[in-house]
């Protein structure tokens, strides 16, 4: 479904996105009083686990970096099993963006 909104997103798909958007995914989970997901099992699938994150992510134009640069909108994680099967979670959304069905169709691809 076409969302004019969905023009300023970015996917992104990458096994190591914890460290490199670690800040991001706090607020993110914090705003959707979830912020111990982060902790409790997405820390830990991912030291242990073969863990693929997907995020949908805004950037700022100005300035290009420092806090808030990036604003995640949409967040899903599949735990990948030894013999290639995996568990695949359905999309955590921004609460700006809950009826966004172009979004989560996206982040559950």
Do not use: C
Request: hydrophobic share 45%; no cysteine.
């Amino acid at each position: 479904m076409y969302n004019d909104i969905n023009e300023r997103l970015e996917l992104r798909l990458e096994p190591k996105l914890i460290e490199s958007m670690r800040p991001e995914l706090a607020g993110f989970l914090r705003r959707l009083q979830l912020s111990h997901v982060l902790d409790e099992m997405l820390l830990p699938l991912s030291a242990t686990s073969r863990l693929e994150i997907a995020v949908a992510y805004e950037e700022r134009t100005w300035p290009p970096a420092g806090v808030g640069a990036r604003s995640l909108r949409s967040l899903a994680w599949a735990v990948i099993s030894d013999d290639g099967q995996a568990l695949l979670t359905p999309p955590l959304l921004h609460p700006q963006h809950v009826t966004n069905v172009g979004l989560a169709a996206a982040g559950a691809i």
